[in-house]
C-alpha cells in the first residue's frame, strides 16, 4: 500500500535483453541456445561439444540421420552441425528434410565433414547449407563460421 492506502502495483522486469557476454555470440541470460551436432563419432561429437560450451551453447547430439532429423523437430535448435557421412541416411538427406519442412528450413546449417570433394561442398551449399567446415575443425574456425551462420546480417 501506498501512503495513501491505495494498493500498489510492483512490476517485476524480467531482463530478457540479448547480450554477449564477451563470446561474441548473442544470447539470452536465461536460455543457453542449442546446437545439434550430428556426427557418427562419439569423439568427433565431444570435440565440437568441448568448444561450444564455453561460448554458453548447449550441445544436443545426434548420432545418424533419423536421429539428427528427429533431434531437429523436438529441440528447435539454433543451429545445426551435421556430418555428411553417417549411419541411417547421409547429411545430404538429412539436409534436404531439414529444408522441406516449415519447422526446421529456417535453421542454419554449417556441414562439418572430411569430405574433401569439391562437388560435396557444392551440393551440400545448394541444399541450403550455410558453411562447410572440412575436419578437423579448431575452435576459432568453428567459433567464425558459427557466427556467420547466426548473425548474417551483421556481415
Not at 501512503?3 to 522486469?13: E, S
Not at 542449442?34 to 545426434?62: C, M, N, T, Y
Not at 555428411?84 to 565433414?113: A, D, F, W, Y
Not at 562437388?119 to 558459427?146: D, I, R, Y
Request: aromatic letters at 6%.
Amino acid at each position: 500500500m501506498d501512503q495513501g492506502g491505495r494498493p500498489t502495483l510492483i512490476v517485476i522486469r524480467v531482463c530478457a535483453d540479448i547480450y554477449s557476454g564477451g563470446s561474441g555470440f548473442a544470447r539470452s541470460p536465461f536460455l543457453m541456445p542449442k546446437i545439434l551436432i550430428a556426427d557418427d563419432s562419439p569423439v568427433q561429437r565431444q570435440l565440437l561439444a568441448s568448444f561450444l560450451s564455453p561460448k554458453g551453447f548447449e550441445a544436443v547430439f545426434a548420432v545418424d540421420a533419423l536421429q539428427a532429423w528427429m533431434a531437429a523437430l523436438r529441440s528447435a535448435p539454433q543451429l545445426i552441425l551435421l556430418d555428411i557421412n553417417m549411419p541411417g541416411g547421409t547429411g545430404m538427406e538429412v539436409l534436404k528434410r531439414l529444408r522441406m519442412s516449415t519447422k526446421t528450413q529456417h535453421i542454419p546449417v554449417i556441414v562439418v565433414s572430411g569430405e574433401e570433394n569439391p562437388a560435396t561442398e557444392s551440393m551440400a551449399q545448394s541444399l541450403g547449407a550455410v558453411g562447410f567446415l572440412h575436419k578437423p575443425v579448431g575452435q576459432e574456425q568453428l567459433c567464425a563460421a558459427m557466427d556467420r551462420a547466426l548473425h548474417p546480417a551483421e556481415q
